[in-house]
């Protein structure tokens, strides 16, 4: 099998082979492969010789240049590489949670003659894919280790007249780079009573032994073998290396023992923490260590959790070498070995006095805050999810030190709020974290402790003044006034009633321009102030009548249309039509937008008949005997309404009370009185509600609990493939809970839908809202009073700023979550549109409704 150069021997009997073209292969198991030579480049100068004093090889590095010259050329000839004309693929190894890549195995042949023996494991290396290189001397053996690093080492230990085995192998061993490598002796065959002990090859350094067998499959297998046991052991023992690094550079302290709990390895940042000397605690078990008494309370607990193979996390104190006891966050995990058992515990801690970390960690984690507070309000309107800005409130800028727990404990309360019982599920969790999940925590539990848990908190000064000031004006109910002056708007005054009021004519009499002007009154389109163009600014009447008989109000209330029109008119006289935006106008708009969301699918399969009553009941009356002043200016003026209600949605509780007494007032418009009491009662307080819920201090809360209790389990449901199980979509959908917010959510996104509308219409309402907040500024400035909202000066206010802000801060989110339940595409696209259009205006530098003509 012509693989192999031939062999001479020099005077200085160092054996040397001539370079010879390789042949062809010719091995009876060869597939059709060939292998080829490579011919040695750039020896290592000098020679390797044989010392008899050591019995190893070394390189004489004093050889004079003639010599060098005399033997280069031997020396390219020493090592032969053989090839594979298929190389095996590189392969990842997997190793815990680590990727190892493993580059083409690579083996070294020492034989010092051709024979049957050597040529097998030629032709097994070429089937295997390895790069296989071929020694004739122990000198060129170690020159070519050196060089290339072989994986596996396979060495000639039958004749011992040409080198010593065992003194090579021992050899190799003495450098750094064999503490990986895989070297097998090839021995004689001897008969039974023969056999010696393998003892000897294992101290010299051999891997393992191989019983001289000259078929090539033999060979190979052999080969596979060591590739999938030593090799790849030995590849994961050099990446332990890299692991013991990353351990020793570690800030944290680690610790690492046995199964019986005997010291194995600690970490330089362990020794230092704790005061002990490099290999003191080495070898010793846990309970020869001082144990601080604290530290003892916990052991039991300790033990039960990572003996049933479970991580430990929590802080307990431990004594130092000089007897003080430290505090340390600490993480214990159990780490699973052979048969399946625990085979050795990991600790890993930190100290909990780090304060500079932890106030560092403290002020990282409010610049964040505050960096992502300052990008929600200035970002783009179309955002890609649901979150509502309460995500991001922030809270008090208090001490980021963990406090102790008794603080919060409220244990001893017989009566438990769910707040109450959140607050001491945290304490409790406190107890046993890591230092960033405490301070974590601690934030959570300041936010907790807040009233205004959904209520976002604007940040600086700096923040955009007309968000600053639509928020002043719609979220809080204003400053308190210590002066005498009242703006005087009785509870007492005198309402329209209908016996005052002329009779008004049937759905069926309706003037023609009136019935022109509603045609479209079930699409979105629709166009309101047509209808008020055409009804003499009473467009609720008309739209209510017409609504009303669509989802068979009279029907369900047990009412004639006699008693509705009536109704109607009362309710459409007591909007005062002197408001440039609170008018009947607005309530007709508001019932149209209700009436349009109640016909969507989603809507239909949730709310029942008696719902859809309420809701459009609530959207008729739901600004009835507004004055066009906001909460907040009432409260600063002091009026009877505010004292009345104490200033707590001043406005909503007295459309909401205003409304049932002027129904029950008079039995000609009493729209309830056929009905049964307790029925009379869930309808009752389910117009309140609505009412109530289009208080815009409670915005937030609104928007976020649909969020998480309807468009995230409904979401949930789609994800994991349930969104056909009608059953679960159905227990979202009509859980009572979730019914009230969904009517809640209805009606507030009915009552500002106007960024929603068709641009025309949009652009009207905000003229009409801007002269109302206008007009207000003027009586605050008149009066005396505080000027809740500054930015709505008539002389210096930029509508299109208004706009962009309300549509950022109030709508963005609000019609998200309710397009993705009730699907509005229509209504979002109108929003985008607008959006836009305020934003030309503004980049224009434009404070007016629409650009100047051209």
């Known amino acids: 099998m012509g693989c192999a150069p031939s062999i001479h021997i020099s005077d200085s009997r160092v054996v040397y082979h001539s370079s010879k073209e390789s042949e062809e292969c010719n091995s009876p198991h060869q597939t059709n492969t060939t292998m080829s030579q490579q011919q040695q480049g750039n020896p290592v100068p000098g020679l390797f010789i044989k010392s008899s004093n050591t019995s190893t090889y070394k390189v004489r590095t004093n050889s004079s240049k003639k010599d060098k010259r005399e033997n280069s050329q031997s020396m390219e000839a020493e090592t032969q590489t053989s090839r594979s004309s298929v190389k095996a693929p590189v392969t990842d190894v997997q190793f815990g949670p680590m990727r190892l890549h493993q580059d083409q195995l690579q083996v070294l042949l020492v034989f010092a003659k051709e024979d049957n023996q050597s040529n097998g494991f030629c ?41 010593d085995a065992e003194s090579l192998c021992r050899s190799i061993r003495a450098t750094e780079v064999s503490e990986n490598t895989v070297i097998i002796g090839v021995v004689r065959r001897h008969s039974d009573r023969e056999e010696i002990s393998i003892l000897p090859l294992i101290n010299a350094g051999f891997t393992r032994r191989y019983v001289e067998n000259s078929n090539a499959m033999a060979c190979y297998n052999e080969l596979i073998q060591l590739e999938h046991g030593e090799v790849r052991a030995q590849f994961k023992l050099r990446a332990c290396n890299s692991l013991f690094t990353a351990l020793e550079k570690s800030q944290e302290a680690i610790e690492i023992t046995s199964e019986d709990h005997v010291i194995q390895y600690l970490n330089p940042a362990f020794e230092t923490v704790m ?42 104190y431990v004594k130092k070498k000089n007897g003080d006891s430290v505090q340390q966050n600490v993480k214990i995990i159990p780490v699973i070995g052979q048969g399946g058992k625990i085979r050795h515990y990991v600790s890993i801690s930190r100290l909990c006095n780090d304060n500079n970390k932890a106030e560092k960690t403290c002020e990282r984690v409010q610049a964040e805050s505050q960096t992502d507070i300052q990008t929600c309000r200035h970002k783009d309107r179309r955002k890609g999810s649901l979150d509502v800005r309460s995500t991001t409130s922030r809270g008090s800028d208090g001490s980021c030190q963990r406090r102790h727990s008794s603080m919060a404990r409220i244990h001893s309360m017989t009566i438990e709020a769910p707040i109450t019982k959140v607050i001491n599920i945290i304490n409790a969790a406190q107890e046993s974290s890591p230092v960033p999940v405490a301070e974590a925590l601690d934030r959570v539990l300041e936010i907790l402790r807040t009233t205004e848990l959904y209520s976002p908190q604007l940040g600086t000064k700096d923040e955009d003044p007309h968000t600053s000031d639509l928020v002043g004006g719609l979220m809080t109910d204003g400053l308190r006034r210590l002066s005498g002056n009242e703006y005087l708007l009785s509870a007492k005054q ?41 009804t003499h600014k009473r467009p609720l009447v008309y ?27 009362v309710i459409e006289a007591n909007y005062h039509s002197s408001n440039s935006y609170h008018n009947s106008t607005h309530s007709a708009d508001v019932l149209h937008a209700t009436a349009y969301f109640l016909s969507k699918e989603r809507v239909k399969q949730t709310l029942d008949p008696i719902d859809e009553v309420a809701a459009l009941i609530a959207a008729t009356v739901h600004d009835v ?73 409670k915005h937030f809360e609104h928007v976020n609990k649909f969020v998480n209790s309807i468009n995230k389990p409904l979401a949930a449901l789609e994800e994991n493939g349930n969104n056909s199980d009608g059953e679960s979509v159905k227990n979202v959908l009509t859980s009572p809970e979730n019914r009230i917010l969904i009517k809640r959510m ?3 996104c009915a009552d500002i839908s106007n960024p929603c509308r068709p641009l025309p219409q949009c652009i009207e ?32 206010c930029s509508i299109p700023k208004s706009q962009i802000s309300f549509i950022d801060y109030f709508i963005t989110d609000m019609f998200d979550a309710w397009d993705a339940f009730a699907d509005l595409p229509n209504l979002m696209q109108h929003l985008d549109n607008n959006f836009k259009y305020w934003k030309g205006l503004d980049e224009r530098k434009l404070r007016s409704l629409r650009p100047p003509p051209e």
């Not at 894919?129 to 396979?154: D, V, W, Y």
């Open 765 to 796: 309402w905000a003229g009409r809202i801007s002269e109302e907040y206008f007009a207000q500024t003027d009586e605050e400035k008149r009066q005396s009073l505080p000027v809740v909202m500054p930015v709505f000066d008539r002389n210096t």
């Open 275 to 316: 005061g002990y000397q490099i290999g003191e605690l080495i070898g010793k078990e846990l309970n020869e260590v001082p144990v601080n008494e604290k530290k003892a309370d916990f052991l039991d607990t300790i033990n039960s959790c990572i003996k049933i193979g479970k991580e430990w996390q929590g802080m307990y």
């Open 123 to 163: 032709w097994a290396c070429e089937k295997a894919g390895f790069r296989c290189n071929i020694a004739r001397t122990p000198e060129s053996a170690l020159e070519s280790f050196l060089e290339k690093h072989h994986e596996i080492i396979i060495i000639d230990h039958r004749h011992s007249r040409y080198f």
């Open 543 to 569: 739209l209510g009548l017409k609504i009303f008989a669509r989802f068979g109000i009279c029907e369900f209330l047990d009412c004639p249309e006699s008693t509705l029109r009536s109704w109607l008119q």
């Open 625 to 697: 005997d507004h004055p066009g002043r906001t909460n907040s200016f009432l409260c600063n003026a002091g009026s009877e309404l505010a004292i009345l209600y104490n200033d707590t949605a001043v406005l909503e509780s007295h459309h909401a009370a205003l409304a049932f007494q002027l129904t029950t007032r008079d039995d000609k418009c009493n729209i309830f009185k056929n009905m049964e009491r307790n029925e009379y009662r869930t309808l009752r307080q389910a117009i309140i509600d609505m009412v109530l819920a289009t208080e815009m201090t």
């Open 746 to 748: 209805l009606i507030k």
């Open 494 to 534: 005198t309402h329209q009633v209908a016996s005052s009021l002329i009779s008004p004519i049937s759905l069926n009499d309706i003037p023609p321009r009136i019935t022109q002007a509603m045609e479209k009154e079930e699409h979105w389109d629709f166009d309101i102030f047509e209808l008020e163009a055409a």
